[in-house]
């Protein structure tokens, strides 16, 4: 039963790495290709990672740590380096190539006019 559990981590891992590689060759745009490292390939490292750290743990008399600080270091980071490198593409003004979606007045609720009278003038 453990070798099915190990199985199944191992080909969700080596799946979830290997659309996250794809997403990062087939994607155009800078702003997508941040998905595909950080999010996919993320899950799939991290699965491939537990499913290493339950076998050594399970088939040596030792509980295996390594995996288990490299999991907690890359779910750390990958979201971090992913946030300064979108922040490092917009101050230096790198568009994106998806189009800007358009304003529309139907999905926001109606303007209400608050008369001259109720206005507070507290703020100063």
């Known amino acids: 039963m453990l070798d099915y559990l190990l199985s199944l981590l191992i080909l969700t891992g080596a799946t979830f790495t290997f659309i996250g590689s794809l997403g990062l060759v087939r994607l155009k745009d800078f702003y997508t290709r941040l998905h595909g490292p950080?999010?996919?390939?993320?899950?799939?490292?991290?699965?491939?990672l537990i499913a290493s750290a339950l076998y050594f743990s399970l088939y040596t008399d030792k509980i295996s740590m390594h995996e288990i600080l490299?999991?907690?270091l890359l779910f750390i980071t990958a979201p971090v380096s992913a946030h300064m490198l979108a922040k490092a593409a917009l101050h230096l003004g790198l568009?994106?190539?998806a189009k800007k979606p358009e304003k529309s007045d139907q999905g926001s609720p109606p303007k209400t006019q608050i008369?001259?009278?109720?206005?507070?003038?507290s703020i100063g």
Do not use: F, I, R, Y
Not at 115 to 121: L, M, R, T
């Open 70 to 72: 490299v999991a907690l």
């Open 115 to 121: 008369p001259p009278s109720d206005k507070s003038d």
């Open 95 to 97: 568009h994106s190539l």
């Open 38 to 48: 950080t999010k996919a390939t993320t899950l799939g490292v991290g699965s491939l």
